[in-house]
Nanobody, 124 residues
Framework: QLQLVESGGGLVQPGGSLRLSCTASGFTLDYYAINWFRQAPGKEREGVSCISSSGDNTNIADSVKGRFTISRDNAKNTVYLQMNSLKFEDTGVYYC?????????????????WGKGTLVTVSS
């Protein structure tokens, strides 16, 4: 079964950190760009970050620039999203998605695979 599984979400205080993981099973991530999206309660889903298949190219949304970092370890078939200095507005369900298309600044390309998401709650 081909699937992406996110992990690492949870409850964190403002200013705290979390590291999300996106692991593939049933296929290798080597040939895919991996995107992170999030959806806050009552809001539309938005793109957060993308990393190319090689890891050479990344992009990050302005709303999280300087606080979030994306990386990948193809040997572990896993992509990470390091989230620092978390804010209330970072609360939401975070999804990873794989695409054979390149990363785009506006996250406009379709995704081939989606995970089911992991919940991040920033609260005091």
């Amino acid at each position: 079964q081909l699937q992406l599984v996110e992990s690492g979400g949870g409850l964190v205080q403002p200013g705290g950190s979390l590291r999300l993981s996106c692991t593939a099973s049933g296929f290798t991530l080597d040939y895919y760009a991996i995107n992170w999206f999030r959806q806050a309660p009552g809001k539309e889903r938005e793109g957060v970050s993308c990393i190319s298949s090689s890891g050479d190219n990344t992009n990050i949304a302005d709303s999280v620039k300087g606080r979030f970092t994306i990386s990948r370890d193809n040997a572990k078939n896993t992509v990470y999203l390091q989230m620092n200095s978390l804010k209330f507005e970072d609360t939401g369900v975070y999804y990873c998605a794989a695409t054979i298309a390149p990363c785009s600044r506006d996250f406009r390309y379709g995704m081939n695979y989606w995970g089911k998401g992991t919940l991040v709650t920033v609260s005091s």
